[in-house]
T-cell receptor
Framework: NAGVTQTPKFRILKIGQSMTLQCTQD?????MYWYRQDPGMGLKLIYY???????DKGEVPNGYNVSRSTTEDFPLRLELAAPSQTSVYFC??????????FGSGTRLTVV | GENVEQHPSTLSVQEGDSAVIKCTYS??????FPWYKQELGKRPQLIID?????GEKKDQRIAVTLNKTAKHFSLHITETQPEDSAVYFC????????FGAGTRLTVKP
């Protein structure tokens, strides 16, 4: 049981490039979330999903897209990377909307 | 959406003293309030949580209290130890989880 797995762990992007942050969970959790954490700050919700085929915007969705085609996977897409998207990205999942399990994070730098 | 405020932003205590971190929330429909501990470079780890139908919960040296009427909840750590040094986040959950800005706790030996 690997829990929540995020890849890659680190990435450097150039301004305007695109990338997908991967998140997979093997706990059969319905709820999945993407957060970003800027240095010295709290976590801000980007998008979340309550089940396959359903996604909703969080606090800071601009510049990002998500999809949820399976229960296990919840990828986060950055289409045109900007320096303001430099952050640590955490994926999380939960079975019932409580007791979140976090992945180990992806540290993204946009230069 | 839900807004969670957390105070203080930094807290320094002597080993063995108690530490208290306070949070307020805006959405009266929020019904679950977890607390997370985050060490440098690590993921947040759940340390204690409380549901809206409970006023207080304890787990060894850690306790959380909830005042639904006032919409605030607090984390209490007793007999602090140097390994308690970390950033602590409160959160409130209705449909999704919103975090406070965090409290950096330093426990001096």
């Amino acid at each position: 049981n690997a829990g929540v797995t995020q890849t890659p762990k680190f990435r450097i992007l150039k301004i305007g490039q695109s990338m997908t942050l991967q998140c997979t969970q093997d706990m059969n959790h319905n709820y999945m979330y993407w957060y970003r954490q800027d240095p010295g700050m709290g976590l801000k919700l980007i998008y979340y999903s309550v089940g396959a085929g359903i996604t909703d915007k969080g606090e800071v969705p601009n510049g990002y897209n998500v999809s949820r085609s399976t229960t296990e996977d919840f990828p986060l897409r950055l289409e045109l990377a900007a320096p303001s998207q430099t952050s640590v990205y955490f994926c999380a999942s939960s079975r019932t909307g409580v007791g979140y399990t976090f992945g180990s994070g992806t540290r993204l730098t946009v230069v | 959406g839900e807004n969670v405020e957390q105070h203080p932003s930094t807290l320094s205590v002597q080993e063995g003293d108690s530490a208290v971190i306070k949070c307020t929330y805006s959405d009266s429909a929020s019904n679950y309030f977890p607390w997370y501990k985050q060490e440098l470079g690590k993921r947040p780890q759940l340390i204690i949580d409380i549901r809206s139908n409970v006023g207080e919960k304890k787990d060894q040296r850690i306790a959380v209290t909830l005042n639904k009427t006032a919409k605030h909840f607090s984390l209490h750590i007793t007999e602090t130890q140097p390994e308690d040094s970390a950033v602590y986040f409160c959160a409130a959950v209705r449909n999704d989880m919103r975090f406070g800005a965090g409290t950096r706790l330093t426990v001096k030996p």
